[in-house]
């Protein structure tokens, strides 16, 4: 890959833009194309050495799409989508990182990407209306717009075990994944977690360790993804059915090819439920999530009756009745947390150099020298995989220093939870756009959908004002205060805001994430983008123009 670094002289003659945006993933590298189209001087930093976010870093083995590829890219431009040629209906890691490369070479934007830099700070300037930005090597820029393209889960955590720092093996969180390949075979290897990015970790190494051990804090409920390659003729029927697929993704809740069931769970027959279910948990990809009866995610008993169709399922992939229950969720429903997409990943457990440890039982008390100790005993290994998550959505904010009108920081006037308008901008912290933040709909969506609904309303708004002499735009503390009650008010019937998570913004690896908060927009993506729309279409309701 080409190293994507503007040269340091380049950057000293530069130091002032319209915008700058923080990420070089796909958030950022389409804001990016908008901006440069609008004739704007723009300036992205990337804190990794190349483009692509969460496809440049997650390097792990087994990383791969959940949402189908051909849904997953960009759909802003018919030659890239003509031109482009997935190769599997749910794309591997190293594919997503040189497609999103190509997009950057395809329309000349890596001349104005700056790698290796991470933001540490951005304070408002009132007196001249535009933000400082200092990134952590001390180099300053100024920019009247401020993007914010960090992705929801980009801030990874460790857990905090005590003698972390001892292991004298190798040890790594997946997200920071070394770039060459690690050899496993033969090595005493411990996975620590088993959310979606443990499971596509521990299902791809198993055959080639000479030991795994599992440590399971959470059982999750998991479906098979039935990835396959796309055969030649699939793949034009594929290019062909664009204009119609993406018609659909308008239109369902979380951008998907996937539709909710209108029907509801105790409306049909108790066979045709369970042939409903049948035929879901042998589709592909997250249908059996996404289109599933209507009522499976907000009530109780029709949730607990689908719970235990996917609990019988992996007692009958796991010959051990002891582990098979241990894998089996008890402290949460199907879909009230993020449901990782599999392939033999209840069949790792029956395999003799595979052990589950389930630390609800058997606590880890501290990683030592020599592994990690439990409760009941200590473990002995060369390789430690903490797939440990992430401080979602706020955590990539808080690691920056945003100071807003009058010095107050971003993470104050979020402390007891987020306060957007639209979930992309707050009031106090003036021409500063959170793509993909808190309170928006992307976060719970197939996320490029809802990107590039964020990134072309954000262009568009920069548009407006600069065409209409605007150098300032901010939100009303009036409109944030009622967005942020009709986001909550929309999540309430949910049954996953009863479940700790990183969809409810709990972490027990970072001190203060204990407090259940509403992070996301539930109204779905097509009733989010005519809210937006509808702010638009009335001169920028809700924000002060001046």
Not at 271 to 277: L, P
Not at 405 to 417: I, N, P, Q, R, Y
Request: hydrophobic letters at 40%.
């Amino acid at each position: 890959m080409l190293d994507t670094t503007v040269a340091p002289s380049v950057a000293a003659k530069t130091t002032t833009f319209d915008a700058i945006v923080i990420g070089g993933g796909i958030a950022g590298i389409y804001q990016l194309y908008r901006l440069r189209a609008l004739g704007l001087s723009v300036r992205v930093f990337e804190t990794g050495g190349g483009v692509g976010g969460t496809w440049y870093w997650n390097r792990y083995p087994g990383a791969r799409f959940d949402s189908e590829s051909y849904t997953y890219g960009y759909a802003f431009s018919d030659d890239l989508l003509r031109d482009w040629n997935w190769s599997e209906h749910f794309a591997p890691q190293p594919e997503t990182e040189r497609y999103l490369n190509h997009v950057v070479d395809r329309f000349d934007l890596r001349r104005d990407i700056q790698c290796h830099s991470r933001v540490a700070s951005a304070a408002w300037d009132e007196s001249v209306r535009q933000w400082d930005v200092v990134l952590d090597d001390g180099k300053s820029y100024r920019c009247r717009f401020l993007i914010t393209a960090v992705g929801p889960l980009s801030a990874d955590t460790l857990p905090r075990f005590e003698g972390i720092g001892d292991f004298k093996g190798r040890s790594f969180h997946t997200y920071r994944w070394p770039h060459e390949a690690i050899d496993f075979s033969g090595k005493r290897v411990a996975v620590i977690g088993t959310g979606a990015t443990g499971v596509q970790v521990i299902q791809t190494i198993a055959p080639l360790v000479g030991s795994l051990t599992v440590f399971q804090r959470t059982a999750n409920w998991c479906t098979p993804l039935h990835n396959k390659k796309i055969a030649e003729e699939e793949q034009a029927k594929i290019k062909a059915g664009y204009p119609a697929m993406f018609d659909l993704l308008r239109r369902t809740p979380g951008c998907y090819i996937h539709d909710t069931d209108p029907r509801g769970t105790f409306e049909v027959t108790p066979e045709e439920r369970e042939a409903n279910w049948e035929r879901l948990y042998a589709e592909p990809g997250f249908s059996i999530w996404m289109a599933n009866f209507r009522d499976v995610l907000t009530d109780l008993k029709a949730n607990a009756l689908f719970s235990a169709f996917v609990a019988n399922k992996i007692r009958q992939r796991v010959k051990d009745p002891v582990v098979a229950e241990r894998l089996i969720p008890k402290n949460h429903g199907f879909g009230t947390r993020r449901v990782p997409q599999e392939t033999g990943y209840y069949e790792v457990y029956n395999l003799p150099h595979v052990e589950l440890v389930a630390t609800v039982e058997t606590p880890i008390l501290q990683v030592t020298p020599n592994g990690i100790a439990c409760s009941d005993q200590s473990y002995d290994f060369d390789i430690i995989i903490y797939a440990t998550g992430f401080d979602a959505v706020l955590g990539s904010f808080d690691r920056i220093d945003i100071r807003g009108v009058g010095g107050v920081t971003l993470k104050e006037h979020w402390a007891v939870g987020p306060k957007t308008y639209l979930g992309m901008m707050s009031a106090g912290f003036p021409n500063l756009l959170t793509i993909v933040g808190p309170h928006n709909a992307s976060t719970r969506c197939n996320i490029p959908r809802c990107i590039e609904q964020n990134v072309d309303w954000a262009s568009d708004l920069v548009r407006y004002v600069g065409a209409h002499g605007i150098t300032r735009f901010e939100a009303m503390p009036d409109a944030e205060a009622e967005w942020s009650r009709h986001v909550e008010e929309l999540a309430a019937g949910m049954l996953y805001t009863q479940v700790d998570s990183w969809l409810t913004g709990i972490n027990t690896n970072v001190e203060g994430r204990n407090v259940r908060r509403v992070l996301q927009y539930q109204g779905g993506a097509p009733q989010y983008r005519e809210r937006c729309d509808a702010v638009a279409a009335a001169g920028y309701a809700g924000m002060v123009l001046g």
